[in-house]
């Protein structure tokens, strides 16, 4: 159970890693297109700042003991 709720997690913040990317690679291809957004630097750095959340817990989760 312990190995399975492990990867869920890995999966979930894998997946939220693409997903900023992915709103990263929008701002680069089409940053007059993000009308909400008139700093564009400053929304590529808070996606960046949330991808590194997700890095985070990753890098936490891979180094996870085994075992019990």
Known sequence: MKEKMI??????????????MMNIETYFKNPAGIGEHSDIMEA????????????DRLAILNNWPEGE
Not at 44 to 55: L, P, R
């Open 44 to 55: 590529i750095q808070g996606e960046i700042d949330k991808m590194a959340v997700h890095e």
């Open 7 to 20: 990867n869920v997690l890995k999966n979930h913040a894998q997946s939220n890693i693409h997903l900023h």
